[in-house]
């Protein structure tokens, strides 16, 4: 999420005020929503029902916090046909219906103004907090489709043909042949066709759509089958997508980019589809089991609130009031690659760490085990929960060990020292990252709104002097059921993904 501010932002706020000095809560709603819709990828793909785009909007204003929106499914007629004079009278078909249902809450969120707000007019301060704020709440929306999206699938398709997370190897990453083989796995599902449906920003959606992380489709784009095709099937010059940037639909399929910024915000980096954090406080060498704190710094480190974790697996997402927490306790791991030197000339090396507990703020390494049953091959050998030089010492709670998941110590490329800043990446227990993308048909997922789709709230302490200013959001999701309870119309893909400037080793 960006900080700088945007003065164009502000002039239009300013002149739309001006123009219309008692509709400012309303200026102010739409600014925050605009900022909302840039952020959010998936609120460029919302329409009404019958608009068969890839998310159905429905609002129901009287709706508030805890309040469930239904949908009703009908299944197609399936029964044979009655022949010749064979009687139809009490030989009727009847029809299949149910429904389902998704629960919405309030989100708020509220920025305080500080000593360098000072420097703006009130309504350029007004202004860039409600693009703040609006971006807040897009990004917001996003992580909630996006984990929806991850936790609900019927249908996981892993990279070349692979199991489970657990399979894939450096190779297995995004591919023409994965977009292909999802969408013959989508029509399987029940997703129909986009076909020709269009964006808010009028875009044109062709057929299934693949939303995917941005750095992950570089492996696509890099493809001989994919440099071929756009070489002979698109036009030439500059317009072409090998130069122009863009990137070409594939086999009826659109691709979507989904761009992320690590930034500088006191929150998670990467998104949902790509899990990423920087480490808040410096790992000293050592055995004993650790607390991962995020956050990039110490002073962002301290703060309880962020979700640094929160798109790391063992982390149960929160999308209502009064979820009943049901976190996994299931062996994860992640790579923890040194940006910079923690003193001992290990800039470009990285260590390796398993875990169970994540509480989306912070990561707790896991103990020693003598039978980690995804060590060596699925053998049940010994894992540590951080990776170190020498075999696990036991006792006084030492938990390293020179083997920890499939990955053995090398001190060419392994440290276990790592300064504040370092860059976190989920893994499966090779150390290969991963990420997800989705292939969505038409009317795949739904978004409610209830009361305040957009509104301001204000707070003021100590006779004005602090003030805050904040949003309130009311609204839910959920991907489509059938009538017997399947979720149906998306696949989500899985696969490998190599980040530009961090070498990891390669993986067979």
Known sequence: M?????????????TLVAQYPNARPKVWSMTAIASAQRVNAFAKLEGPEGSGMPVIRKDDFKKGQGDKIVFTTIARLGSRARLGSETLLGNEEKSKISTFELQIDIRRHAVGESEKHKMLTAIQLEAEEARMLGEHAGWTQESDMMMT????????????????????????????????????????????????????????IPKYLLVAPHDALGALKNT???????????????????????????????????????????GPIGSAFAPKAYLGVAIAAGTTALTIYGGGNDAAAALTNPLYFGFFGNYDWQYVEGQTPNPSSNNRYFVIYNLTDSGAGDAGKWGFYRYQSN???TITTAAYTATDPNALAGAGGPSGGRLAPLPHGGGGGDTANNIVGNVTWNPLINTNAHPEGSLILETNSYGVPFQYSVLLGKEAVMRGYGQNPMQKIDNEQDYGFLKAKGYKLTYGQTPFYDTNGVVRRYVLLVHAISYPGINLPVVS
């Not at 960006?2 to 706020?13: C, I």
Request: no cysteine; proline share 3%; charged share 20%.
């Open 359 to 361: 509480n989306g703020n």
């Open 149 to 204: 999206l991850r936790q609900k699938a019927s249908k996981i398709v892993y990279s070349n043909n692979k199991g489970s997370i657990e399979q894939l190897r450096s190779a297995d990453v995004l591919t023409p042949s994965l977009v292909q083989l999802s969408g013959e796995i989508a029509r399987t599902n029940m997703a129909y066709p986009i076909k020709d449906a269009k964006s808010k920003n009028g875009w044109t």
């Open 2 to 14: 960006a900080t700088a501010v945007d003065y164009s932002v502000v002039s239009d706020y300013a």
């Open 224 to 266: 001989s089958q994919y440099l071929t095709a756009v070489q002979f099937a698109q036009e030439r010059g500059d317009d072409n997508p090998i130069f122009s940037g863009d990137i070409a639909n594939w086999d009826g399929h659109g691709i979507l980019p989904h761009f992320t910024e690590d930034d500088d915000s006191n």
